[in-house]
């Protein structure tokens, strides 16, 4: 199994790969060094990609001209005859998927649509030729000659004149053409706060190549997912432009008439973005033995909104350093808070949001974008499988940082995730966590499944196993699986292990079903007490006794398939074997009353027979 060793600011990466391994340091601002050695054992690996662009960006008419040198590298063990691309560019056409996407869903993203009448409208629909989105592949090449493609919607699909044997590199060279669309999505030109360029999933990007084959996934209205590797960047733009984003500037811009070329490199990372304007107040502030951050939003900004962007930047130095402590030390020299967007989304090193927000706001969507750094760049999750794992993840760990830093000391930092799951949980309208994230009927059935009930997952998984134990955990499996694709197999087994409980049932029962926890009371007789099992998912069971002298106690019952407990100062009863519906035990004395999960960290849907 692969290993981060964390020595100072600088992050050696051992990516086992068909007995190579390859260690990579994040940090430096030239080339990386690759050694390699041999390992028996590992089975583990992951594709790898060297990218370099040259991009020529016309801030007139929002087109750019662009060349790229990718070298993959086919750590796999199969033989691979074709490879694909994500042309994201292309989804802000009309009737392109996403179009179709936004005129058939119930509840389509409001930022997306016009509402005319009791109508809604798609913008992308209503887009002019010189609005649109695009990128056109003009020349491809397989190690010096020209290879086959054709575009499919947001993929490029290439048959190759020679497959890419086990352990090969292979180098393509690739010339395009694109315009940026105006802004819909994430990505765009001249978003409602008017910043002028945010440019995200805005170049050819190679397709995913994992253990469970490709993922050409089209762009329809979800997230991503892609190869690990190395970017070289040579952007040039307007000499106005304040530019930031991932990767690390080399030297001093080249100037040449009314422009300028920025060159750019970012070791071991998995994409790349960046965002311009020409009225960007560009403010920096250093972490204490971390990376140096930076502030980028429009200097004609409300007044109240200038000073939140520099209050804000304190309050990041706090978030930086929560995360860094507890998941694990964030691996790069920067770190990027960009004005733009059209709400708030992660990438490598940066993040883009909106920056008209109140201060609250402001600061809570920059915790969660900050977040993401872990939950998804690091650990970077497959987010059109595995959303829940994304968002449910950061969202946890962002509230107990918010939590954290405004000195709330609730008692349930996740207390609102637990109320949004109860309302779909009761809804009618839930999914498996398993449903691929483009596939869910209303995005409200989406949103709450990612988000909310991706961290009650955490949140919840304190309860079973112990906030201890669930605290170690989380800094395991940053360090056993970052800059890899974990799983939820992979996330389980680092609990299994931490814990020493059996919880592949909690897996299933939470992510693969949609089976519910209800536990009622359902008799007291004297000194015995009968418990109910409503709900068709498992748990373990904290209680409170009170009895009729006023006295209380903490019982802690064992669910039998768990084969153990977590560590609890309660009075252990016997197991609970999951097929039996009811639970009887006997207490030391006349019971008056108890209480079931008094913390209300048990995400049961019906908590009003919790007691009696």
């Not at 000659?145 to 290439?158: F, N, R």
């Not at 397709?207 to 040579?234: C, M, S, T």
């Not at 209480?595 to 048990?602: H, Q, R, S, V, Y």
Request: hydrophobic letters at 35%; a neutral charge; one cysteine or more.
């Amino acid at each position: 199994m692969k290993r981060i060793f964390l020595l100072g600011l600088t992050t050696s990466l051992f990516l086992m790969s068909c007995g190579s391994t390859k260690s990579i340091s994040t940090t430096s601002t030239d080339s990386p060094t690759t050694v390699t050695a041999t390992s028996a054992k590992s089975t583990y690996w992951q594709q790898h990609v060297d990218y370099k662009m040259e991009i020529d960006m016309n801030v007139n008419n929002y087109q750019y001209q662009g060349k790229q040198n990718l070298v993959y590298t086919n750590n796999s063990p199969d033989v691979l005859d074709k490879v694909f691309y994500h042309l994201y560019f292309n989804a802000f056409q009309p009737g392109s998927e996403m179009d179709a996407r936004l005129k058939t869903i119930a509840d389509p993203d409001p930022r997306m649509v016009k509402t005319i009448g009791n109508k809604k409208e798609s913008r992308i629909s209503k887009l002019k030729p010189n609005e649109i989105g695009y990128i056109n592949v003009t020349s491809l090449k397989q190690n010096g000659k020209s290879v086959k493609h054709e575009t499919a919607g947001t993929i490029l699909e290439v048959v190759l004149n020679k497959p890419i044997q086990p352990g090969e590199s292979v180098t393509f060279d690739m010339v395009f053409d694109a315009q940026v669309p105006v802004q819909i999505r994430r990505s765009g030109r001249n978003n409602a706060e008017g910043v002028a360029l945010s440019m995200t999933q805005w170049y050819p990007k190679l397709v995913e190549y994992d253990f469970e084959g490709w993922h050409a996934y089209p762009y329809i209205g979800r997230e991503f997912h892609g190869v690990w590797g190395n970017f070289d960047l040579k952007l040039t733009i307007d000499k106005d432009y304040v530019v930031g984003g991932t990767g690390y500037l080399q030297g001093n811009p080249v100037v040449n008439g009314n422009k300028k070329t920025l060159h750019y490199k970012a070791p071991n990372v998995h994409d790349f973005t960046w965002a311009a304007d020409p009225h960007y107040i560009h403010d920096t502030l250093q972490v204490p033995n971390g990376p140096m951050l930076h502030f980028y939003y429009k200097k004609d900004l409300p007044e109240e909104n200038l000073k939140y962007w520099k209050d804000l930047q304190p309050k990041t130095v706090e978030m930086m350093q929560y995360f860094s402590k507890n998941i694990g030390k964030y691996p790069y020299n920067q770190y990027s808070v960009i004005q733009g967007g059209d709400g708030g989304m992660e990438y490598a090193m940066c993040t883009l949001i909106t920056g008209k927000r109140k201060f609250g706001s402001l600061m809570g969507v920059t915790a969660h974008e900050l977040a993401h750094t872990w939950f998804q760049f690091l650990l970077a999750t497959n987010e059109g499988k595995h959303e829940w794992m994304d968002e449910g993840f950061t969202s946890y760990i962002s509230d107990y940082a918010m939590d954290y830093i405004t000195k709330k000391n609730a008692e349930n930092p996740a207390e609102r995730a637990y109320s949004g799951y109860n309302y779909l949980a009761t809804s009618g309208k839930e999914k498996p966590q398993t449903t691929h994230a483009d596939r869910f009927e209303t995005n409200m059935a989406y949103g709450i499944g990612a988000y909310n009930k991706g961290e009650v997952f955490l949140a919840q998984l304190g309860y079973v196993i112990g906030q201890d134990n669930l605290n170690k955990t989380l800094k395991q499996y940053f360090n056993d699986w970052a800059f890899k694709h974990p799983t939820p197999n992979d996330f389980i087994r680092v609990a299994e292990k931490v814990s020493g409980l059996e919880l592949d049932w909690y897996l299933t029962d939470w992510t693969m079903t949609t089976n519910t926890i209800d536990y009622a009371v359902k008799s007291i007789d004297g000194n015995k007490a009968t418990l109910e099992r409503i709900g068709m998912m498992p748990m373990p069971i904290d209680a409170i006794v009170t009895y009729t002298d006023n006295s209380t106690e903490t019982v802690y019952i064992p669910l039998q398939m768990m084969r153990g407990e977590k560590p609890t100062s309660a009075t252990v009863k016997p197991d609970w074997a999951w097929a039996h519906p009811t639970y009887t035990f006997e207490a030391k004395k006349a019971i008056k009353t108890i209480e079931i999960d008094p913390k209300g960290l048990m995400a049961d849907i019906d908590k009003s027979n919790n007691k009696k």
